[in-house]
């Protein structure tokens, strides 16, 4: 494995870094999570991913139990907050009752007494954005947060973000989580040269688009069983936006250039995302041990420009790169 820093923190995390949304608590039994999660030690990862709302809050449990046991101080442990956890008004967003509730209730499910990066799941337009801020700034100096970070939120948030913190003095954001991927590239116009210039690493979602990046889809036949565009807890409905032939057909294509570097896709995926210095980490998903196995081989492979080429060339107009894909829910 190989590590980065944290933007510019201190911090270092593992290239490629394990998250169990849809997984843990919903699409794999506890067995299964567990295994996958000792793969990931086993392979070296450190870093882990989940988030208050994953599995409807029982993913965190279960990340909880899966690391029972490890020593705290070989770990990162990352989770979120601002989607529903349960029923009321407060249940939800960024304001200081739901995150210094649900921050409480991250820390039970866990079994830790802290998170190493909290971060802000989407943008909250009903929250001052002062009120969030000084709240996370709260938790910092608790103990209860060593790192905040935000996921999905434009350039345009994080700037404000940033510049309330200066006047204010509160911690500075030190991470984003966007989804990237060779088929989501929508980070690379504003995003990333705004956390260049303000230390701040991506930590980046779906590296393999979902499993779709594997080449296991092929078009005009059933998906394989058990994977996640079977999978009727919610994976299906997630991986859909990328199930159409034209994705898929373009999809295959990356099939020769993978085998050229002695590459499975899957790794060829997530090494293509790893090129971007912004990146501190992939966020891989699994749902079996043998995945993590095959994944974290590319943490350390290069990529020369010629392969860049082939791999644009390979996917052509299907490629997402709007920065107004960036959004977040205007009501919570
Ligand atoms: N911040 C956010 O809003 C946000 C949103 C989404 C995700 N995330 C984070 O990012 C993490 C990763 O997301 P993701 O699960 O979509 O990532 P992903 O790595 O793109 O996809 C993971 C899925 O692909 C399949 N897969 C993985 N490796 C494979 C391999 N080697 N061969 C064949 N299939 C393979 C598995 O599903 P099957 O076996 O079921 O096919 C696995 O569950 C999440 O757990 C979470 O921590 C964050």
Redesign the pocket.
């Known amino acids: 494995m190989e590590f980065r820093h944290l933007g510019r923190s201190g911090l270092k995390v593992s290239e490629i870094?394990?998250?169990?949304?849809?997984?843990h608590g919903s699409?794999v039994e506890e067995d299964a999570a567990k295994q996958c999660v000792q793969a990931a030690l086993d392979e070296g990862i450190t870093t882990f991913?989940?988030?208050d709302v994953?599995a409807g809050t029982k993913a965190e449990a279960v990340l909880g139990r899966a690391l029972k046991g490890v020593r705290r101080e070989s770990l990162e442990i990352?989770t979120?907050v601002y989607w529903p956890t349960g029923p009321g008004q407060n249940d939800r967003g960024l304001s200081r009752k739901h995150i210094t509730e649900s921050i409480h209730a991250s820390l039970r499910r866990l079994q830790t007494d802290y998170v190493d990066l909290y971060?802000a799941?989407?943008f909250d337009f009903e929250t001052p954005l002062e009120e969030t801020l000084k709240t996370f700034d709260d938790l910092v100096r608790q103990g209860k947060v060593l790192y905040v970070g935000v996921?999905?939120w434009t350039a345009e948030q994080i700037s404000q973000a940033l510049k309330i913190a200066d006047e204010m003095g509160f911690d500075r954001i030190v991470s984003s989580?966007?989804?990237y991927?060779m088929l989501w590239r929508v980070i690379e116009a504003e995003v990333v040269p705004l956390s260049e210039k303000e230390g701040i690493g991506q930590i980046?979602?779906?590296?393999?688009?979902?499993?779709?990046?594997?080449g296991?889809y092929v078009p005009g036949q059933q998906?394989?069983a058990?994977?996640?565009?079977?999978?009727t807890n919610g994976?299906a409905n997630?991986?859909s936006r990328f199930m159409n032939d034209d994705v898929l057909t373009r999809v295959q294509e990356l099939k020769p250039i993978a085998a050229d570097l002695g590459l499975?896709?899957?790794?060829l995926?997530?090494a293509w995302v790893l090129q971007n210095p912004n990146v501190s980490s992939?966020?891989?998903?699994?749902?079996?041990p043998?995945?993590?196995s095959?994944?974290v081989k590319a943490a350390g492979v290069k990529l020369d420009d010629e392969v860049l080429r082939r791999i644009d060339e390979a996917l052509g107009d299907i490629v997402e790169r709007d920065p107004a894909k960036t959004v977040s829910p205007r009501n919570r």
């Open positions: 870094s394990y998250g169990n949304w849809l997984t699409q991913d989940t988030a994953y990352f979120k971060q799941h989407r996921s999905e989580q966007p989804q991927s980046v979602w779906s590296p393999i688009a979902q499993g779709v990046l594997t296991k998906p394989p058990g994977s996640r565009a079977t999978d994976g997630m991986i499975t896709m899957a790794q995926a997530i992939a966020i891989v998903g699994a749902t079996r043998e995945q993590v095959d994944n």
